[in-house]
């Protein structure tokens, strides 16, 4: 069974630029969820999506948004990056939505570096 | 505020010598804790769910156990691919926090 995949693993932008990343989840799994880690901040929750609608959001300016189509795909879009945008963006997949009884599943990351 | 904290922040051991991690937390309405192996430059690797207090699983070298306020992640004769940072995260109703992990290294 394959994995979540994210696309693409690497990248380096701008200040002023704008970008999008993109996570598959694992076939079947409807929720998709994206954090960013960072080495002082750890795993910081950015949002949740299941069924094409954000569920919540973290604590994150409206430069950071995301969307889900219907077949579970997600994409997360920062506009006006930012030096401190600079992290290891992760999205993690479950079957439902919510965190009881639901382990996520995580891929191996973006690597976004604001120059 | 929801709340995780683990401890130590890093550890070296020397292969079979066992320990333990810390995670302990405050969160309103747990809906269950997890743990995960980072390696670098990797997505974090789901290893175990804890839903209540008293409640243990295993797996290889590795237990994870659950009081009302921690969980221990004990780590039998560890051996140097058991390096990596571990992290812990608890389930709210409606997102996961997750602590700031413990870098472990294991040394031959």
């Known amino acids: 069974k394959a994995g979540v995949t994210q696309t693409p693993r690497y990248l380096i932008k701008t200040r002023g630029q704008q970008v999008t990343l993109s996570c598959s989840p694992i076939?079947?799994?409807?929720?998709v969820s994206w954090y960013q880690q960072t080495p002082g901040q750890g795993l910081q929750f950015l949002f949740e999506?299941?069924?094409?609608?954000?569920?919540n959001k973290g604590n994150f300016p409206g430069r950071f948004s995301g969307r889900q189509f219907s077949n579970s795909r997600s994409e997360m879009n920062v506009s006006t990056l930012e030096l401190g945008d600079s992290a290891l963006y992760l999205c993690?997949?479950?079957?439902?939505?919510?965190?009881?009884?639901?382990?996520?599943?995580f891929g191996p990351g973006t690597r976004l570096t604001v120059l | 505020e929801d709340q995780v904290t683990q401890s130590p922040e890093a550890l070296r051991l020397q292969e079979g010598e066992s320990s333990s991690l810390n995670c302990s937390y405050t969160?309103?309405?747990?809906?269950?804790l997890f743990w995960y192996r980072q390696d670098p430059g990797k997505g974090p690797e789901f290893l175990f769910t804890?839903?209540?207090a008293g409640e243990e699983k295993e797996k290889e070298r590795l237990k994870a156990t659950l009081t009302k306020k921690e969980s221990f992640l004990h780590i039998t004769a560890p051996k140097p691919e058991d390096s990596a940072t571990y992290l812990c995260?608890?389930?709210?109703?409606?997102?996961?926090?997750f602590g700031t992990g413990t870098r472990l290294k294991v040394l031959a």
């Open positions: 993690a997949s479950s079957l439902a939505k919510g965190p009881f009884g639901n382990e996520q599943f």
């Open positions: 076939s079947g799994h409807r929720s």
């Open positions: 999506y299941f069924s094409e609608t954000q569920r």
């Open positions: 969160v309103s309405g747990l809906r269950g």
């Open positions: 804890l839903y209540s």
């Open positions: 995260a608890v389930g709210d109703t409606y997102k996961y926090i």
